[in-house]
């Protein structure tokens, strides 16, 4: 079974990410200009806004001095969108009418205009928390010019969408929901995305939920039946612990005009490959109690804003079931420690501030149609400002600063927020350098617990699993009752990612804090590859049918194969298809292959994603790749030209290239003859998707049958006749799978895709 890790850097909060070149460094003010052939554009998009709320083809856009053709460009917002506006908030589509367009990767940009935030930095600064807490979308600013006027600087927010999914939950093709009501949220709204079960009928949540897959209602449904209904069941549908970092920074930062407030609404719901729902924030324009609309509980006051509120709630079902779990509750009050302390106590949130607005300040006082005047900004700190563009423009905005200095006396006294957590000293581990396979003891030293767990994994886009620690003399713990704790784990990866979390009666505590976002790391060892010991063993220049990757793109593969009966790591390996230049790509920490197994790396040329990706792709012409420890060949193979969905390939496994049937991360086929390849195996596999069975029907003898994942790991195998049988995938995370068949007698073999729901 071959397993990757792909290591995680983690910025400093104070920090501005990037270089100046990036589009969303929070450093500098990117430059959007839009040119329309026409003068009327404005009432043109104030008419499509009221109505079909389409795009408006713009003759094009310059982003920072890059031009792009044609582009669809529209008013977006509900409360923040008024006609008589001269500043409205924009969302740009790149790829509207080209859809390869995109600016550094990125093809929607979405642009809130400040109308209700004299400081300007809302939004900004309140991504730049949360991205330490959760993932989260990367947020800056944008000075704006529509036929070469200014209209002023914006906060520019990274759209959440198939490629935000892919960058941080590994997939694209789950069940995905946008969290608002259709048409809007407030007095006349027709639904409300309040997690509330309503039937099986999916059109009972089609007024509060939008969305943006082709399929998942079903799945989403069943995720509301479970939290109101199956609570016990909760983590195997949804990303609690994500959930709960969602609700800790809803109610610190009184971030009202979300799930937490009156309209439970401004959040992504996305079914990951563990098929649990993830939610994203969204839309934090009016963070920092900016929101006139309150909790949907009466009224309250921002500044004493209780962090059980809304935990009776007839309408906030999944506040209601979170606080009102024991565990949960204690989770969720460690989260809103960790952000009081780390963020608003030590005071790094003004340090981010005042970086934000001193980047923007110019803009600011250059923007022709801001909300608030320039002194009103500068005071936005700490002054309440009353006007702009708030509702009836009469709306008191706090002082950030004033607001969240209120907000850390407040907690001071709350009676939840200072009760006693643990401690964790120290962690510990039988054997610091463990083997592949090794069973390792870990230990935790507590103080002031009771209950302590263990959350550990073995590849980074699967799901912690926790495990309680026993302090009983019996699991390598040293003395009963010594407040040591202790687990046995074996170590089945090349790196272990793991936490620990203690609670007594009244409180809990994380190691290390931020998690489950952040955790510790063990390395496991395990002997490099040496030359020979791993191949180039096949390599599909002109995919397009054969296999897709998590993002659901059918890209150049590569597949190394192990020839040994013993894992091997291959980490700090480089690939190349230049053999002058040897250092091309390296291939990632933590990457190693299993005795005798494959492992798939996409030569697509695009390092942004996750996982195995080159920054080289296959020449389908013909070219050399080269497999080396950097100055040493390890493995090489020159090829031609390339027939699309026909492989190159060592026949049998690590023997002589030819040309063969794909057999994506399984053994190859070196029976069937080209010709062949136009005469599929007679056999149909549906339904496609699927939710809980696969079948598969053939008119062909002596099959062999296998289905792996998309990193080659084999979970189903057998062998069948002319007939029908029955795959149980009901266990099986969603994602793509493919299906490997082969006819023992004729050789001929076929690969099939299938995606589990």
Not at 70 to 99: F, R
Not at 124 to 153: H, W
Not at 640 to 657: K, M
Not at 749 to 755: H, N
Request: charge should be negative; aromatic fraction near 12%.
């Amino acid at each position: 079974m071959n397993k990757f890790f792909l290591s995680c850097f983690f910025a400093a909060f104070i920090g501005m990410t990037g270089s100046a070149q990036t589009f969303y460094d929070r450093a500098s003010v990117q430059t959007i200009e839009i040119f329309f052939g026409f003068a009327n554009w404005d009432a043109q998009m104030d008419a499509l806004a009221t109505t079909t709320e389409d795009y408006l083809v713009a003759d094009s856009v310059r982003i920072n001095g890059v031009v792009y053709d044609s582009v669809g460009v529209k008013y977006k917002g509900n409360s923040s969108y008024n006609a008589n506006n001269n500043k409205n908030p924009i969302h740009i589509e790149l790829n509207y009418i080209h859809g390869s367009a995109d600016y550094q990767g990125y093809t929607d940009i979405k642009l809130s205009n400040g109308y209700n935030d004299p400081s300007m930095i809302r939004e900004v600064l309140s991504y730049a928390i949360l991205e330490q807490y959760m993932d989260c979308p990367k947020a800056n600013f944008a000075n704006v010019y529509i036929n070469g006027t200014l209209r002023g600087v914006y906060s520019s927010a990274e759209s959440i969408d198939d490629s935000f999914n892919g960058d941080h939950y590994y997939s694209t093709g789950g069940a995905f929901f946008k969290c608002n009501p259709v048409g809007g949220a407030g007095p006349g709204s027709t639904g409300s995305p309040d997690l509330k079960y309503l039937g099986t009928d999916s059109a009972s949540y089609a007024s509060s939920y939008e969305i943006k897959s082709l399929y998942g209602w079903k799945e989403y449904i069943g995720m509301m039946d479970t939290l109101n209904n199956n609570f016990t069941k909760i983590e195997s549908v949804l990303d609690v612990d994500r959930a709960l970092w969602m609700l800790a920074f809803n109610n610190v930062l009184v971030n009202l005009d979300s799930y937490s407030g009156a309209f439970r609404q401004n959040y992504y719901m996305y079914r990951d490959l563990n098929g649990r729902f993830v939610p994203t924030v969204w839309d934090l324009n009016m963070s920092f109690a900016g929101f006139p609309g309150g909790t949907g509980g009466g009224a309250y006051t921002a500044t004493t804003l209780d962090p059980m509120s809304n935990s009776t709630s007839t309408i906030h079902p999944l506040i209601v079931k979170m606080l009102g779990d024991p565990m949960y509750k204690r989770m969720y009050m460690a989260h809103i420690r960790t952000m009081l302390q780390e963020i608003f106590i030590s005071g790094a949130y003004l340090t981010t501030a005042n970086s934000l607005r001193t980047t923007i300040d110019a803009s600011v006082q250059s923007d022709p149609y801001k909300f608030y005047t320039y002194a009103q900004y500068q005071a936005s700190l700490t002054t309440a400002v009353t006007g702009g563009g708030g509702p009836g423009g009469g709306s008191s905005i706090p002082g950030i600063q004033t607001l969240m200095t209120a907000r850390a006396t407040y907690f001071g006294t709350n009676a939840n927020y200072i009760l006693v957590a643990p401690t964790i000293p120290s962690i510990n581990f039988s054997s610091a350098t463990p083997t592949f396979g090794q069973t390792v003891t870990v230990t935790a030293t507590c103080t002031n617990e009771t209950t302590v767990f263990l959350g550990y994994r073995f590849s980074h886009p699967l799901k912690f699993t926790r495990v309680q620690m026993f302090d009983d003399g019996a699991h390598n713990d040293g003395a009963a009752g010594d407040h040591v704790y202790g687990v046995d784990v074996v170590m089945n990866g090349a790196m272990m990612e793991y936490y620990v979390y203690a609670e007594n009666a009244n409180a809990g505590l994380f190691s290390p804090q931020r998690a489950e976002h952040e955790f510790h790391t063990l390395m496991v060892t395990l002997p490099v590859a040496t030359a020979g010991q791993v191949v180039i063993n096949e390599l599909m220049a002109s995919n397009s049918t054969t296999a897709v990757d998590n993002y659901g793109e059918s890209d150049d593969w590569i597949e190394l194969y192990n020839t040994t009966s013993t894992p091997l790591s291959v980490a700090g390996l480089y690939l190349s298809d230049d053999p002058l230049y040897l250092n091309m790509w390296q291939i990632p920490a933590g990457t190693f292959i299993d005795a005798n197994d494959y492992l798939i790396i996409w030569a697509d040329d695009d390092t942004s994603q996750y996982g195995l990706h080159t920054n080289f792709k296959l020449g389908s012409n013909g070219e050399t790749l080269v497999f080396s420890n950097g100055t040493a060949f390890f493995d090489d193979v020159t090829f031609g030209i390339q027939s699309t969905d026909v492989s190159y390939a060592r026949c049998p496994d690590a023997g002589v290239f030819s040309f063969a049937p794909p057999t994506f991360a399984a053994s190859n086929n070196c029976t069937a003859s080209l010709n062949e390849l136009d005469q599929p195996l007679a056999v149909s596999v549906y339904p496609v998707p699927t939710l809980d069975v696969v079948y598969v029907t053939s008119q062909e003898e002596q099959l062999t049958l296998t289905v792996v994942d998309l990193s080659g790991r084999q979970l189903y195998a057998t062998k069948m006749s002319a007939g029908k049988i029955e795959i149980p995938s009901t266990a099986w995370m969603s994602g793509y799978y493919r299906i490997l068949l082969t006819n023992e007698v004729s050789g001929k073999s076929t690969s099939i895709p299938m995606m589990k729901q």
